[in-house]
Nanobody
Framework: QVQLVESGGGLVQAGGSLRLSCQSS????????AAWFRQAPGKEREWLAT????????KYADSVKGRFAVSRDNAKNIMYLEMNALKPEDTAVYFC????????????????????WGQGTQITVSS
């Protein structure tokens, strides 16, 4: 099993940047495909970005493509989400998630694919 803890959230002005971290512990993070999701009040949890085990493949939701970048450092058991040009509509609780994966290239984009989740970190973007 793996445990995930997000950090780096906070309050930022529109147009600003933040970097989220997802620190893993337990089983080696390199065995997992991973992703970022977010959930705004009253809305469904939304997939944002995903990265394969060895970073060979990344995919992004249209809502964040070109603004957000996902990366990982398996030696440090950590994943990042670099967020730029933030908008008020990016305000949400952000979650990282992981799924044990056999392939180095497979990625998953559905919340139902992931069985390990962090507790979430709040991001508020002011206008």
């Amino acid at each position: 099993q793996v445990q995930l803890v997000e950090s780096g959230g906070g309050l930022v002005q529109a147009g600003g940047s933040l970097r989220l971290s997802c620190q893993s512990s337990g089983r080696s993070f390199k065995d997992y495909a991973a992703a970022w999701f977010r959930q705004a009040p009253g809305k469904e949890r939304e997939w944002l970005a995903t990265i394969s085990r060895a970073s060979y493949v990344t995919k992004y939701a249209d809502s964040v493509k070109g603004r957000f970048a996902v990366s990982r450092d398996n030696a440090k058991n950590i994943m990042y989400l670099e967020m730029n040009a933030l908008k008020p509509e990016d305000t949400a609780v952000y979650f990282c998630a992981a799924k044990l994966a056999g392939s180095l290239r497979v990625v998953y984009t559905s919340r139902n694919d992931y069985n390990y989740w962090g507790q979430g970190t709040q991001i508020t973007v002011s206008s």
